[in-house]
């Protein structure tokens, strides 16, 4: 079977780490899975740091032991990548005004910058049939 890659938001990460509440889908939670026995790779958009940062910074999550800690050990693991905010990141997001979260703009980007499927629950991102979405 091949590898399939894919790009992931925010609350998909969280979900699977056990962080936010709600469930992962069947489908997310075998592409995660798979991510980890490195059978799958799962790009994470620099934004997605970002966020989960304000929402540990507002009391929302718990990173343990610490935020910069939480996130090296998820970047040390060979098959999830961490895709920086580059320039094709920002064209792609350009005039994507359908979506008016600017982190969502920049998730969805990313995933058009690499013609990725987004693994995704939110429906804003899903009915704007912007990207490929699994969930």
Not at 37 to 60: F, H, K, M, S
Not at 92 to 99: D, R, S, V
């Amino acid at each position: 079977m091949s590898v399939g890659e894919y790009v992931t938001d925010t609350q998909a990460l969280l979900r699977y780490s056990g962080l936010s509440a709600g469930r992962l889908s069947p489908p997310a939670r075998r592409i995660f899975r798979r991510c980890e026995e490195g059978r799958d790779n799962i790009i994470v958009p620099t934004i997605v740091a970002w966020e989960t940062g304000l929402l540990a910074e507002d009391g929302a999550i718990t990173l343990r032991p610490s935020f910069a800690q939480w996130w090296d050990t998820l970047a040390s693991i060979p098959n999830y990548n961490i895709h920086p905010l580059d320039i094709e990141v920002v064209k792609a997001a350009y005039g994507l005004t359908i979506l008016t979260d600017p982190s969502d703009r920049l998730i969805v980007a990313t995933a058009l910058a690499l013609d990725l499927p987004l693994i995704t629950a939110d429906s804003r991102i899903t009915d704007s049939g912007l990207v490929r979405v699994v969930w």
